[in-house]
């Protein structure tokens, strides 16, 4: 298993750059946001990765189970997701705004609008 | 057995993912991606067999709900452009 | 009630903000606003001094001790912050009632007013507490109610800044996340204490390294030290006044705080400027964003946006400090963090009644404003004297430590750099100061703010002079925490 | 191995065997509506066996009735959800493939020519 | 949708059992996974179900936004007002040992207490984000 | 446990490949479709490395909400992504090719995958699975952990999430429609 360990979280890491990627090079705001989710999610695999004890059972206390799985990651990862929902839906509702005040969610052309932004 | 039947869901999927990035029609994302779920809820149900533990299968029903709350929000989106529309025996604006 | 004191500050605006968002009116919101804000800063100064009296003190949330539970640590550095944060907020919240009134409109104040209050409680959060995951989820508390704020400006590009600044803050949170997820493999803790005994025996461990790399960078984002502050001049521009003042003064200083807290709580000075060579990244970056932004915002026309570059090159001094990695520069930077806070609140609460007047920030509407408005205009003045680094005034001290702390490592070319960002600093000043009070103004009539603006804007002026004049509180408490946190996080 | 052993895993292999056919079917078959076919007809039978087989092994406990419960909740929205899908196809203007070579691609345009 | 009477009947048909799952997983996370953030997840969905089938005006008039405002405030206040209970009764914040006379009873209380603000909250903004989503998308 | 194996690499294979598709999509409607099953797989994902509670909550809100949401959101942008000149940008590639880096620097140092002497699993921990029980008596470790041990957490989350609520409605709240309409013309 180690060696599939670290296959693991390369490809977390993979995916984290590609949601990164999607962060800052679209220009599409919304693909900016489903970026970010795509960055946030491999983040939250990393921890939760982090916690995974090998043939450990869900941190439900069950008779005759010793080995259990660290719960703390997954309590830490619950919130992660609830803030990035609180994100992803600020973000979205931004977007809207942009649209109905620019007409576009574009970057490029809302650069080409105005420089300054 | 088990180990069959897991893999053949996955091949399953793995198929829905294809058909879902080739398209060519928006009808047959939103077919492939019905499909993907209803395969996830089973990858579930074997998973929470596998562990042994029924309350596992919560999730696996939570997976069929989202997949048909999906589907209805993706035919809405399509056939009427908003959400929140009524459609024309409802309560009209 | 004492021994509660580390909760009530963060509790009493929790407990404020749904209630202000479901009031009717812009009035009610408001008082129960600024109520808050006092209470929080009776409890903060109360705060000082009890750890004045006592040292640390260690609050544990729902009684569990400290690595299981989370714990509420204050000493002198935070109590600094606290005091910061709920002072810039007292004032600034009185300040909102009639700006607010005007950019938002009573429909939206009460939700305005709430997300206020989130502001703050985010802040307050993430100074006080002692837990590293706790600061992220606080950190995006105050990010969210920041983003929702920056986008009630007028313009509508401030909702285009605010997305940008979406985009950045969350890659700013999502890496701190890493960091601390990092440190969390290797140490099986989140509690910064506990981190800070654990670490040093893993300092030769790539994945705390870049724990560390992941922590300062996600942090520096949102403080927005030199190559990542794009998001902040157009965020601060487009802000509605009362916001620009309260972020302005607080948002990026509790990150710095947040930074100071890894530095040299968490990660040990002996990790952070020996074994990585920390000093070698944070100084020349803050000195070539000092004289890059002080010199950009010489070309600003827009007076706000001119003071968001100047926050830049504001934030580099203070970065300056963190990264000597001495207890002296530690102590100019956290001087820094205070007094910056005071001036930038006061020049931009100063703007924002220009902006109430005048309708713009533009440098012809500063023209003549000396006759116009000379109480906005001497306030604006006696800041950006401050701003300047003038004797008598709270930046003077500031600077004059940072003077030292780089003299005392014998980094001459720092000092050199020191003293051209304030003559830079004199130049941009210097311009509006000059149309203001040698141009002619547009409309001669005399239409000085009202008091419900001035009060609160002369109270910060008030204060960058007398802590100018009378340093011993402040430097005091600046010392005691840079000691505090010179000896690492096991202090008791 | 026990009878239920036996059934259970007859079952699903049966029910994988249909799902990988009704995949294989979504890659192969020309056009939507035949796609459609092949996946929706042969979801929610692939869903009953696979859960059945499952709840066998299982035995009678509360996973069984959840089983059942799944069960029951796709036996609904499988086919419901097909025929809204097939129904806004339709509706939407996708003709079905004929062997003469009309297929709907050019009826529909490339995907995302209509757009609303 | 009134193109989709099958789509409608279903769904009327399935929102009340969502809802009940819902429930389940609120009063269910002690024992299994679930709890106050996925069951409220879950409750919203039920919303979501009629807003989707029946439009967000008919919604709201069953939930005004009005009142999904106070009760997502209301949930906020729920978990912060135990914490202000077991403050007056003596212990930390949050200490739910002091809520009643025996602390793994006090654990208890204050952990479904707690949970079912965590719900309160959840369902409400969710059902309110959707909302004021899809209101923003009808044609004025 | 090969078995387990097996899914997890299937799992890590369409995340991967879905990543990069999500790229690549023009078609915005089209991407949040892939999204959603880049939810669900994830979700699948935690449910193979035993996090049954942070399943539950990607897929009722990875899956259900996010998606609901950027649907919501595409009703009124519109579906598509415009076409434009591909410009190739150098420097969001450099950024991402140095944090990559980084992170793949950092791994090297982990501790192996899955093992139960960790240092993460042997620390803070051990108490919760030991001692809940007797502390709370609730069986879901993670309840206990999340509602009590960590409960000033969960008061954040919820805060998160009321702060959401909050700053959409200051944004796109109902009653703003005639204000918007004001302030567009006004920018006309």
């Known amino acids: 298993m180690s060696g599939l360990g670290i296959w693991n979280y390369v490809i977390f890491i993979f995916l984290m750059m590609a949601g990164l990627y999607m962060m800052i090079s679209s220009s599409n705001l919304i693909k900016k946001i489903i970026g970010l989710n795509v960055f946030q999610t491999s983040v939250f695999f990393m921890y939760i990765s ?68 | 057995m088990i180990a069959a039947a897991a893999l053949a869901i996955l091949v399953a999927m793995s198929l829905a993912i294809v058909r879902a990035l080739l398209g060519p029609t928006i009808y047959d994302r939103i077919l492939a991606i019905n499909l993907f779920g209803t395969k996830t809820v089973m990858l579930i149900t074997l998973i929470a067999a596998m562990a042994g533990r029924a309350d596992y299968l919560d999730i696996a029903l939570v997976y069929a709900m989202i997949n048909f709350i999906g589907m209805i929000a993706v035919l809405k989106f399509f056939e009427y452009g908003s959400l929140g529309h009524a459609g024309s025996d409802g309560q009209e604006d | ?51 004045g009296e006592q040292g640390v003190i260690v609050y544990n949330m729902g009684g569990w001790e400290a690595p299981w539970g989370i714990e509420y640590r204050i000493d002198f550095a935070n109590a600094l912050l606290l005091v910061l944060i709920t002072g810039m907020a007292s004032v600034v919240m009185p300040y909102a009632r009639l700006s607010v009134r005007q950019e938002i409109g009573e429909e939206r104040s009460p939700m305005f007013y709430a997300a206020m209050l989130l502001l703050i409680l985010g802040l307050c959060g993430m100074t006080a507490t002692g837990d590293a995951f706790n600061i992220f989820v606080f950190l995006e508390i105050s990010s969210l109610a920041t983003y929702t704020l920056l986008a009630m400006g007028k313009d509508r590009r401030a909702l ?64 927005a030290l030199f190559p990542l502050h794009l998001w902040l001049p157009n965020a601060y521009t487009f802000a509605p006044s009362a916001v620009t003042a309260l972020i302005g003064a607080t948002a990026t200083k509790v990150a710095v705080y947040v930074l100071v807290r890894m530095i ?229 | 191995m026990t009878i239920l052993d036996i059934l259970s895993g007859t079952l699903l292999l049966a029910g994988c065997a249909l799902g990988v056919i009704g995949a294989i079917g979504l890659i192969r078959f020309p056009d939507f509506y035949t796609r459609m076919h092949a996946a929706g007809v042969t979801d929610t039978l692939c869903a009953g066996l696979f859960l059945g087989g499952l709840a066998i092994q299982f035995g009678m406990t509360l996973a069984s009735a959840k089983l059942l419960l799944i069960f029951l909740f796709m036996l609904f929205t499988c086919p419901t959800s097909s025929h809204a899908l097939a129904k806004a196809a339709r509706h939407g203007g996708l003709k079905p493939w004929t062997k003469a070579g009309s297929d709907g691609l050019d009826a529909m345009g490339h995907e995302g020519a209509k757009s609303r | 949708m009134n193109d989709h009477l099958i789509l409608r009947v279903v769904g009327k048909f399935l929102i009340p059992y969502v809802m009940l799952f819902g429930l389940y997983v609120q009063f269910h996370g002690d024992f299994g996974p679930g709890g106050g953030f996925q069951a409220g997840a879950i409750f919203a969905c039920g919303f979501v179900i009629h807003t989707l089938l029946f439009g967000s005006r008919s919604t709201e008039q069953i939930v005004s936004i009005g009142f999904l405002r106070v009760i997502s405030a209301l949930g906020v206040l729920v978990y912060a007002g135990v914490g202000v209970a077991s403050l007056l009764l003596g212990g930390e914040f949050l200490n739910y040992n002091v809520l009643a006379a025996d602390p793994i009873t006090g654990q208890h209380i204050g952990i479904i207490v707690v949970e079912f603000g965590v719900g309160l909250t959840v369902a409400s903004t969710i059902t309110l984000l959707l909302m004021i989503f899809a209101e923003r998308g009808l044609p004025s | 446990m090969m078995l387990a194996h097996l899914i997890d690499i299937f799992l890590l294979v369409f995340l991967a490949v879905i990543s990069v598709a999500l790229l690549r999509i023009k078609d915005l409607l089209t991407a949040v479709m892939i999204f959603g099953i880049y939810s669900l797989t994830s979700a699948s994902l935690f449910m193979v490395l035993a996090a049954a509670d942070v399943a539950f909550t990607e897929a009722a809100v990875g899956a259900g909400i996010s998606i609901i949401l950027m649907l919501a959101t595409l009703a009124i942008t519109g579906r598509e992504e415009k076409i434009v000149e591909r410009k190739f940008k150098l420097l969001p590639l450099i950024i ?46 993670v309840t206990s952990v999340l509602a009590s041990y960590r409960g000033f957490d969960t008061l954040g989350e919820v805060v998160v999430i009321f702060t959401a609520g909050i700053g959409v409605a200051l944004l796109i709240g109902r009653r703003r429609r005639l204000l918007t309409a004001k302030e567009a013309s006004r920018h006309e």
């Open chain 1, 50 to 117: 982090f916690g995974y004890v090998e043939g450990g059972a869900g941190p439900v206390l069950t008779e005759g189970v010793t080995l259990y799985t660290n719960p703390l990651p997954h309590v830490l990862i619950l919130t992660a997701i609830v803030v990035g929902v609180a994100t992803t839906a600020v973000g979205l509702a931004l977007t809207i705004r942009i649209k109905e005040s620019f007409g576009s969610i574009e970057e490029d052309d809302l650069h080409k609008m105005d420089p300054s932004i």
């Open chain 3, 1 to 51: 009630m004492l021994t509660h004191l580390p909760v009530l500050v963060v509790l009493a605006p929790l407990l404020a903000a749904p209630v202000a968002s479901l009031m009717r009116g812009a009035f009610a919101p408001w008082v129960v606003a600024t109520l808050v804000s006092w209470f929080s800063l009776v409890c903060s100064l109360l705060l000082l001094a009890q750890v």
């Open chain 3, 160 to 223: 285009t800044s605010s997305f940008s600044y979406l985009v950045m803050g969350t890659i700013g949170g999502t890496f701190y996340l890493i960091g601390v997820g990092f440190l969390y493999v290797m140490t099986g803790t989140l509690n910064i204490v506990d981190l800070a005994e654990r670490l040093p025996a893993l300092s030769d461990s790539a994945t705390v390294r870049t724990g560390f790399a992941f922590i300062v960078t996600g942090i520096c984002l949102k403080l």
């Open chain 3, 264 to 492: 040299f709580t968490m990660f040990g000075v002996e990790f952070s400027f020996v074994e990585i060579p920390l000093s070698y990244v944070l100084v020349p970056l803050a000195v070539v964003g000092l004289l890059s932004a002080s010199s950009v915002s010489i070309m600003q026309l827009n007076i706000k946006r001119m003071l968001a570059y100047s926050s830049v090159a504001q934030i580099s001094y203070i970065i300056l400090g963190i990264g000597m990695g001495t207890a002296m520069g530690l102590t100019a930077a956290l001087l820094h963090v205070f007094n910056h806070g005071i001036m930038k609140a006061a020049l931009f609460m100063s703007l924002g009644a220009v902006a109430y007047r005048m309708g713009g920030v533009e440098l012809k509407d500063m023209n003549g404003l000396a006759k116009t408005m000379p109480l906005t205009f001497w306030a604006f003045v006696i800041g950006g004297l401050s701003l300047i680094g003038v004797p008598l005034t709270v930046g003077f001290v500031s600077k004059w430590h940072l003077i030292l702390a780089a003299l005392e490592l014998g980094w001459w070319p720092v000092v050199v750099v020191i003293l051209v960002g304030s003559i830079l600093a004199l130049i941009y000043i210097g311009r509006v100061v000059e149309a203001g009070f040698f141009k002619e103004p547009a409309d001669n009539t005399r239409r000085e703010a009202p008091a419900g603006l001035l009060i609160p804007l002369w109270i910060l002026v008030i204060a960058n002079i007398w802590l100018g004049i009378d340093t011993r509180l402040t430097v005091d408490i600046a010392e005691a925490a840079a000691a505090q946190l010179m000896a690492g996080g096991v202090v008791l």
């Open chain 6, 96 to 141: 991402v090719s140095i944090t990559g880096a980084t992170l793949l620097y950092g791994i090297r140092d982990l501790p192996p995958f899955g093992v139960a002497s960790n240092p993460a699993q042997v620390h803070v921990a051990p108490r919760y699975i030991e001692q809940s029980a007797v502390e709370t008596d609730i069986p879901n470790i």
